[in-house]
């Protein structure tokens, strides 16, 4: 009887902090973007929007492969009780950053693990609560130069130490660049316990 395939773990996404946050777990993976229509609204609350669109990414990429485990994620930053979108241009961006200013929100992340071929799938959202510091105008056109905010929900991205902008006020701060490190080193073993870190 021949022995098992090891499985394999699949990142469905282009996202470069995603994939570096994933790096840092030792576990090998690779790297394929689910190309799909993400949703912008109809959703009224900040858990379902994650849940459905990272279980989109998931779906797209899964049926794909025979035997795998696909981690799909999304990632957004919801406020005033609407979602905080990735900026269309620095107008955008600087309208987005008028809002966070001197408030805390929340950073929602959702996860879906898709295991091939039993089609098993875990789901879960992390909420983080991220506080931002106020910012002048001065402040406001420096930060917008920097071109930070570029492809990113909230129009910003956190720098792990010392971010003079943002800080998180409960919760993960991986979950904040893309991925809840802490929940998936519990729950990648759960579904995939032969992935071992190299």
């Not at 961006?93 to 950073?107: D, N, Q, S």
């Amino acid at each position: 009887m021949a022995e098992p395939r090891p499985t394999r773990l699949i990142l469905a996404s282009a996202s470069p902090a995603r994939r570096d946050l994933l790096a840092r777990t030792g576990l090998p993976f690779t790297v394929e973007a689910a190309d799909v229509e993400e949703p912008t609204g109809g959703f009224t609350d900040p858990r379902t929007m994650v849940q459905a669109v990272s279980w989109l990414k998931a779906a797209a990429v899964a049926p794909r492969h025979e035997s795998a485990l696909v981690l799909a994620a999304d990632t957004i930053a919801w406020i005033n009780g609407h979602p905080v979108l990735k900026p269309d241009d620095e107008a955008d961006a600087r309208r987005i950053l008028r809002e966070l200013a001197g408030r805390e929100h929340e950073l929602w992340t959702g996860v879906t693990l898709w295991r091939r071929p039993d089609d098993l799938q875990l789901i879960f959202q992390e909420r983080t609560r991220v506080a931002f510091a106020p910012l002048s105008d001065a402040q406001l056109d420096a930060y917008l130069a920097t071109r930070s905010w570029v492809g990113h929900s909230g129009a910003y991205a956190i720098q792990e130490k010392d971010d003079p902008y943002v800080r998180v006020a409960e919760g993960s701060l991986s979950n904040v660049i893309g991925l809840p490190l802490e929940t998936l080193a519990k729950t990648i073993p759960m579904l995939a316990p032969d992935l071992k870190a190299s």
